[in-house]
């Protein structure tokens, strides 16, 4: 199983990202998605995550109103959408991908991506 996320990079307050994670060697169908990121010096934190049919999602009180998760199962792939960027954001994104419905809690997913750096300058 290969998650690959994609689309980190540097951007202003202010400004948007789109992250993508596009998996593999798993029916992604099957699989709920979530977003996780991890800041210098602190620990991972749950973004948001999605449903097997996207049907279902779920953020962070911190995210609501920015962050949009989505996903597209013809192209296996995962999506945030970060908008309204600030400098507390900045993080390594990770996707996860979890067999049964989803979870705030990252034990609960059985395979990670590599991550994508997001830094959001002031």
């Known amino acids: 199983v290969q998650l690959q996320a994609s689309g980190g990079g540097l951007v202003q307050a202010g400004g948007s990202l789109r992250l993508s994670c596009a998996a593999s060697?798993?029916?992604?169908?099957?699989?709920?998605m979530g977003w996780f990121r991890q800041a210098p010096g602190k620990e991972r934190e749950f973004v948001a995550d999605?449903?097997?049919?996207?049907?279902?999602?779920y953020y962070a009180d911190s995210m609501k109103g920015r962050f949009t998760i989505s996903r597209d199962n013809a192209r296996n792939t995962v999506y945030l959408q970060m908008n309204s960027l600030k400098p507390e954001d900045t993080a390594v994104y990770y996707c996860?991908?979890?067999?049964?419905?989803?979870?705030?809690?990252?034990?609960?997913?059985?395979?990670w991506g590599q991550g994508t750096l997001v830094t959001v300058s002031s």
């Open positions: 996860a991908a979890d067999r049964n419905s989803g979870s705030y809690y990252s034990s609960e997913y059985d395979y």
């Open positions: 060697g798993l029916t992604f169908s099957r699989y709920a």
């Open positions: 999605i449903s097997w049919s996207g049907g279902r999602t």
